[in-house]
């Protein structure tokens, strides 16, 4: 392969693509997305680039796969140009790399547990997915973005779910500008960056995927 070609192995509604997309982007990083369809058949080239766990996204840089989002975003940041998205100091990437893996531990699964659950269930797994907003909240604190003044890596980690809340509250019955009004004001504020907008499914897509994977399920 060329020098700096650059393949990610995709699907369109995964927020863990997202975040990968959007760090491509703010880097201005020229890529070729290849589609995967999860549902009907994996390609070759993404069971042979990620043989373990045979999931997306995988970044393929002059051939070389990259696996895992986060993991993902952190190469993107350490490879390409400047704007860098961790923060310059040492703290500042310690904190980032502790609430990334928050994030990862928690907020899809979290949301997973509301769209999978009835009754009783349903009211635990939204309230304890609620609590895990409230905990991101805490560390948004009273500043713009996630790392401080500027949009960088945690918002790129946590955005891209972001586009999933809309079918969280629907089968969930709640509002999350209601119960966290501090995450719908900085969600809102990172859909005012391009390489956001321009990545961030609209929420019918996501709601009827999860109306899917609910029959798929058995809940409905």
């Not at 995967?36 to 390609?43: C, V």
């Not at 080239?45 to 043989?51: A, D, E, M, V, Y």
């Not at 969930?172 to 809102?188: H, L, M, S, T, V």
């Amino acid at each position: 392969m060329s020098k700096d070609e650059v393949v990610l192995l995709d699907f369109g509604l995964s927020p863990f693509c997202m975040r990968v997309r959007i760090a491509l982007a703010e880097k201005g990083v020229q890529y070729e997305a290849q589609e995967e369809d999860l549902f009907g058949g994996k390609s070759e080239l993404l069971q042979k680039s990620n043989p373990i766990y045979e999931k997306v996204p995988v970044l393929l840089h002059n051939g070389k796969p990259i696996l895992e989002s986060t993991n993902i975003v952190y190469y993107i940041d350490e490879t390409f140009a400047s704007p860098t998205l961790l923060p310059a100091c040492s703290y500042g990437r310690s904190r980032a790399r502790f609430w990334a893996d928050f994030i990862d531990k928690k907020v899809f699964d979290g949301g997973a547990a509301i769209w999978r659950s009835k009754g009783d269930k349903l009211e635990l797994a939204k309230n304890e997915f609620i609590d895990i907003l409230k905990k991101l909240e805490g560390a948004l604190g009273d500043k713009d973005y996630l790392g401080g003044d500027k949009f960088g890596f945690l918002d790129i980690v946590l955005i891209g779910s972001s586009s999933w809340f809309p079918a969280y509250e629907k089968f969930g019955g709640f509002k999350i500008e209601d119960e966290c009004p501090k995450i719908e004001a900085w969600i809102k504020r990172c859909k005012g960056r391009e390489s956001v907008a321009k990545t961030l499914p609209v929420p019918q897509q996501v709601c009827e995927l999860v109306g899917m994977l609910r029959k798929m399920h058995g809940i409905e």
